[in-house]
């Protein structure tokens, strides 16, 4: 992809981060939500292309702008698009740490449309491939880990959202002796961050949603890092809809719905690429700062798996 095309996207990134960061601590996670998401819609319709939002607030029936399908742009390249326009409502609302805006982009038909259901996740740096698996236990993988990057398991550091649902992977990664650090919200962060050095995170586990899966795997890809995922829609009296409404998304991909999740299967392009910008500070960016002139500095990462290089990017607005 170009880099005159990686400068919009990023610019669209930065945009809705500003309008979600006025939302910073107010205690208003809707409001800062749709900020951000009309912010992002707005800039990308002014932007010459013709792109297709693949993953986003979600079906057209239940949210209005960048629902699945949204066309945008005043025309031209044909592109895919992933987004959480604000990804961690709740840690900008209460001013926490590592709220971001996020977008993959990928040439048409490269991105899965992934259903909105649970997917079970496991990620890490690019020393781990082929090395770890999603169907061994957290202590093999935790093993396995603390052998790849030479040091001691209890020096291992995984990342798990706080969920209920979580309790025994919880369990049984202290059981290992390793350290956890817990995330509240925002497991696109989690999964990208366990292979981005300086984050202090070496893995990442357990389940999050699976449009959130496809939007860390392309950022994982282009660093070359290890994403492996499987669906779970649960065993509740939605299971069979879900799974129903799933078998007609991955139609023609040759996706098991039951079978492990490679990240080629999600992202099925090198020429790709990840942009996050930082809504409050966090361990991998920055978060939006007003200065006393009234400047405004955003800081993103940009992830490109073409030439499989990472940019941290800096910008002040006068």
């Not at 082929?130 to 052998?147: M, T």
Request: charged share 30%; hydrophobic share 45%.
């Amino acid at each position: 992809m170009q880099i005159a095309r990686i400068m919009q996207i990023l610019e669209v990134a930065e945009v809705a981060a500003i309008e979600a960061a006025k939302w910073n601590g107010r205690g208003d996670k809707v409001a800062a939500d749709a900020a951000a998401t009309e912010a992002m819609r707005t800039a990308f319709n002014n932007i010459d292309f013709s792109g297709r939002i693949v993953i986003g607030e979600g079906e057209r029936d239940e949210a209005p702008m960048l629902y699945i399908g949204e066309e945008l742009g005043r025309g031209g390249e044909e592109i895919d698009i992933a987004v959480d326009p604000l990804e961690g409502t709740n840690l900008c609302a209460y001013n926490r740490p590592n709220a971001l805006t996020t977008i993959a982009v990928a040439p048409r038909g490269a991105l899965l449309f992934a259903p909105d259901t649970y997917m079970d996740k496991i990620a890490a740096g690019p020393a781990l491939k082929g090395r770890l698996h999603i169907d061994k236990p957290p202590a093999e993988n935790i093993r396995l880990v603390a052998e790849a990057l030479g040091k001691p398991a209890e020096e291992v550091n995984v990342c798990i959202l706080l969920r209920d649902r979580h309790k025994a992977l919880i369990q049984a990664v202290r059981d290992a002796g390793a350290r956890i650090r817990l995330i509240d919200d925002g497991d696109v962060f989690g999964a990208i961050a366990a292979a981005v050095p300086g984050t202090g995170i070496d893995l990442y586990l357990g389940s999050g949603g699976s449009p959130e899966g496809v939007l860390a795997a392309t950022g994982l890809k282009a660093i070359d890092g290890f994403f492996q995922g499987r669906f779970d829609f649960g065993s509740d009296e939605k299971a069979t809809e879900k799974r129903t409404r799933a078998e007609a998304m991955v139609k023609g991909t040759g996706i098991d719905l039951d079978g492990v999740l490679e990240q080629d299967m999600l992202v099925r392009s090198d020429d790709a690429v990840f942009i996050a910008c930082g809504v409050t500070d966090g361990e991998m960016v920055d978060g939006v700062r007003i200065d006393e002139d009234g400047s405004v500095t955003t800081s993103s990462i940009v992830m490109n798996a073409e030439d499989k290089t990472v940019r941290f990017v800096e910008n002040t607005r006068r």
